[in-house]
């Protein structure tokens, strides 16, 4: 095993540590290992207590995907040694999903993966209303500059742009009407 090899694994631990504490569930420590798959992203093998993450997975993914499909497969875990079930992706896999925070992305057997999973503030740039939210929100926080004339000028500039773009309307997301 080479030495980026053994980060991951032991980075995969310490993940598995922390979702298990950080979602009060009582997981046992599974084996964990980096396959060469590629048929799959992740696996469990209840009867070794295994969990695989394809090195495929790690290399193509960011580290947040990574994450999720080790969720996933801890949901699996979980189906196992919490409800002591063999079910595969059925209510008891869904319910263990829930547990675990596993989102909706990442919740079926298989499928395409998305590259990154977009941030917070990926998210909002993609909506205008919430781009122009954004952006009231930087020029109130020039307000508080100690320079008293900046601050007078951005809450101007920030009271411009909520009468003009009737706030209230894009806060609560309702039409125009024309």
Known sequence: MNGRSRAWLLQLYREHRQ?????RL???TPIIEISAASTYWGSWQSTGGTIRIS???IELHTWDVVINVLKHEMAHQAVSELFH????HGDLFA?????????DGFREAGGDL????????EKVQKSPQN??????????????SSNEHEAQLAMEKANQLISRYNLARVTTENDTGY
Not at 131 to 144: H, V
């Open 95 to 103: 319910r263990a999903c829930d547990m675990l925070g596993v989102p």
């Open 85 to 88: 079930s063999r079910e595969g």
């Open 131 to 144: 781009a122009l939210l954004l952006k009231i929100e930087k020029i109130l926080a020039l307000a508080r």
């Open 19 to 23: 979702i298990s504490l950080l979602h």
């Open 55 to 57: 090195s495929r997975l």
């Open 114 to 121: 998305p590259r990154s999973l977009p941030t917070i503030h």
């Open 26 to 28: 009582h997981l046992s």
